[in-house]
């Protein structure tokens, strides 16, 4: 069992920068495929950013590329989600989720994750 608990998240202006953190229970995150999503009220949820468990491999949404960056650190077994140039519409609720296993070609679905945290709520006002 892996727990997975989000923060970071708060009240940013248009064009702003947040740095969301996920906390993983103890479990070292290079044996984890870790990812982000977000869900904005009365929408799916969505892929935002996956990591390998080396750390090397990276995946992000079209929508994200170029402004979010993910990034582990294998010692605080952390995996974070920097956010920048960000806009109202990213308003939604990040969650961090995680698997066991190597990455495969689903990465940015949500039913390929076992895991998941409760959500860090992110507010981009205009």
């Known amino acids: 069992q892996v727990q997975l608990v989000e923060s970071g998240g708060g009240l940013v202006q248009a064009g702003g920068s947040l740095s969301l953190s996920c906390a993983t229970s103890?479990?070292?995150?290079?044996?984890?495929?870790m990812a982000w999503f977000r869900q904005a009220p009365g929408k799916e949820r969505e892929f935002v950013a996956a990591?390998?468990?080396?750390?090397?491999?990276?995946y992000y949404a079209d929508s994200v590329k170029g402004r979010f960056t993910i990034s582990g650190d294998n010692a605080k077994n952390t995996v974070a989600l920097q956010s920048h140039g960000l806009k109202p519409e990213e308003t939604a609720l990040y969650f961090c989720?995680?698997?066991?296993?190597?990455?495969?070609?689903?990465?940015?679905?949500?039913?390929?994750?076992?895991?998941w945290g409760q959500g860090t709520q992110v507010t981009v006002s205009s």
């Open positions: 103890g479990r070292t995150i290079n044996r984890l495929i």
């Open positions: 990591l390998s468990r080396t750390g090397l491999t990276t």
């Open positions: 989720a995680a698997r066991y296993g190597g990455l495969t070609s689903n990465y940015y679905e949500v039913a390929d994750y076992d895991y």
